[in-house]
Nanobody
Framework: QVQLVESGGGLVQAGGSLRLSCAAS????????MGWFRQAPGKEREFVAA????????LYADSVKGRFTISRDNSKNTVYLQMNSLKPEDTAVYYC?????????????????WGQGTQVTVSS
Protein backbone atom coordinates (compact mmCIF):
# COMPACT_ATOMS: atom_id res chain seq x y z
CA GLN A 1 0.00 0.00 0.00
CA VAL A 2 1.04 3.56 -0.72
CA GLN A 3 -0.56 6.52 1.00
CA LEU A 4 -0.51 9.84 -0.84
CA VAL A 5 -1.29 13.25 0.64
CA GLU A 6 -1.48 16.35 -1.53
CA SER A 7 -0.98 19.90 -0.32
CA GLY A 8 -0.37 23.37 -1.69
CA GLY A 9 -3.68 24.09 -3.36
CA GLY A 10 -5.53 27.36 -2.93
CA LEU A 11 -6.97 30.44 -4.57
CA VAL A 12 -4.79 32.42 -6.95
CA GLN A 13 -5.37 35.09 -9.58
CA ALA A 14 -4.90 34.37 -13.24
CA GLY A 15 -1.24 34.61 -14.17
CA GLY A 16 -0.14 33.54 -10.72
CA SER A 17 1.70 30.45 -9.52
CA LEU A 18 1.20 27.58 -7.11
CA ARG A 19 3.34 24.64 -6.13
CA LEU A 20 1.59 21.41 -5.26
CA SER A 21 3.27 18.72 -3.20
CA CYS A 22 2.39 15.08 -2.77
CA ALA A 23 3.95 13.19 0.13
CA ALA A 24 4.06 9.42 -0.10
CA SER A 25 4.35 6.82 2.63
CA UNK A 26 4.19 3.07 2.77
CA UNK A 27 6.10 1.18 0.12
CA UNK A 28 9.30 2.32 -1.60
CA UNK A 29 8.56 5.62 -3.32
CA UNK A 30 11.19 5.17 -6.01
CA UNK A 31 9.44 2.00 -7.20
CA UNK A 32 6.61 4.10 -8.61
CA UNK A 33 6.08 6.42 -11.48
CA MET A 34 4.08 9.40 -10.23
CA GLY A 35 1.36 11.37 -11.95
CA TRP A 36 -0.81 14.42 -11.45
CA PHE A 37 -4.39 14.46 -12.65
CA ARG A 38 -7.19 16.97 -12.24
CA GLN A 39 -10.95 17.01 -12.27
CA ALA A 40 -13.09 20.08 -12.78
CA PRO A 41 -16.79 20.16 -11.82
CA GLY A 42 -18.89 18.24 -14.32
CA LYS A 43 -15.85 16.95 -16.18
CA GLU A 44 -13.92 13.71 -16.26
CA ARG A 45 -10.60 13.32 -14.54
CA GLU A 46 -7.79 14.28 -16.92
CA PHE A 47 -4.07 13.73 -17.11
CA VAL A 48 -1.81 16.68 -16.25
CA ALA A 49 1.76 15.40 -15.88
CA ALA A 50 3.76 12.30 -14.98
CA UNK A 51 7.32 11.49 -14.01
CA UNK A 52 9.24 8.23 -14.13
CA UNK A 53 10.81 6.40 -11.19
CA UNK A 54 14.12 8.23 -11.39
CA UNK A 55 12.76 11.47 -12.77
CA UNK A 56 14.49 10.88 -16.08
CA UNK A 57 11.32 11.03 -18.13
CA UNK A 58 8.40 13.42 -17.88
CA LEU A 59 5.08 13.65 -19.71
CA TYR A 60 2.73 16.63 -19.95
CA ALA A 61 -0.73 17.34 -21.24
CA ASP A 62 -0.66 19.78 -24.13
CA SER A 63 -2.79 22.20 -22.14
CA VAL A 64 -0.11 22.65 -19.46
CA LYS A 65 3.10 22.17 -21.43
CA GLY A 66 5.44 25.09 -20.90
CA ARG A 67 3.54 26.29 -17.83
CA PHE A 68 3.67 23.34 -15.42
CA THR A 69 6.72 21.39 -14.25
CA ILE A 70 6.64 18.03 -12.49
CA SER A 71 9.56 16.94 -10.34
CA ARG A 72 10.30 14.49 -7.56
CA ASP A 73 12.64 14.11 -4.63
CA ASN A 74 13.02 10.43 -3.82
CA SER A 75 14.95 11.24 -0.64
CA LYS A 76 11.85 13.04 0.63
CA ASN A 77 9.26 10.69 -0.88
CA THR A 78 7.63 13.69 -2.51
CA VAL A 79 6.49 14.69 -5.97
CA TYR A 80 5.84 18.31 -6.93
CA LEU A 81 3.86 20.19 -9.52
CA GLN A 82 5.01 23.75 -10.13
CA MET A 83 2.21 25.62 -11.86
CA ASN A 84 2.96 28.98 -13.47
CA SER A 85 0.89 31.33 -15.62
CA LEU A 86 -2.27 29.85 -14.20
CA LYS A 87 -5.53 30.27 -16.08
CA PRO A 88 -9.14 30.06 -14.89
CA GLU A 89 -9.49 26.83 -16.86
CA ASP A 90 -6.87 25.25 -14.60
CA THR A 91 -9.41 25.35 -11.78
CA ALA A 92 -9.95 21.79 -10.54
CA VAL A 93 -9.23 19.32 -7.81
CA TYR A 94 -5.70 18.05 -8.37
CA TYR A 95 -4.79 14.47 -7.51
CA CYS A 96 -1.47 12.72 -7.35
CA UNK A 97 -1.22 9.03 -8.13
CA UNK A 98 1.35 6.23 -8.07
CA UNK A 99 1.91 3.68 -10.83
CA UNK A 100 3.98 0.51 -10.50
CA UNK A 101 3.93 -0.28 -14.22
CA UNK A 102 7.09 -0.63 -16.29
CA UNK A 103 6.49 2.47 -18.44
CA UNK A 104 5.29 5.87 -17.21
CA UNK A 105 1.80 6.56 -18.53
CA UNK A 106 -0.88 9.18 -19.11
CA UNK A 107 -3.62 6.63 -18.55
CA UNK A 108 -5.30 6.99 -15.13
CA UNK A 109 -6.33 3.33 -15.24
CA UNK A 110 -2.66 2.38 -14.94
CA UNK A 111 -2.32 4.11 -11.58
CA UNK A 112 -2.70 2.00 -8.47
CA UNK A 113 -2.88 4.52 -5.65
CA TRP A 114 -4.48 7.93 -5.39
CA GLY A 115 -4.48 10.82 -2.97
CA GLN A 116 -7.57 12.66 -1.76
CA GLY A 117 -6.91 15.73 -3.88
CA THR A 118 -6.28 19.41 -3.31
CA GLN A 119 -8.44 22.23 -4.68
CA VAL A 120 -6.90 24.78 -7.04
CA THR A 121 -9.03 27.79 -7.92
CA VAL A 122 -7.85 30.41 -10.41
CA SER A 123 -9.81 33.63 -10.51
CA SER A 124 -10.01 35.83 -13.59
Amino acid sequence: QVQLVESGGGLVQAGGSLRLSCAASGRTFSDYHMGWFRQAPGKEREFVAAISWTGGRTLYADSVKGRFTISRDNSKNTVYLQMNSLKPEDTAVYYCAADASVVVSRNPLRYDYWGQGTQVTVSS
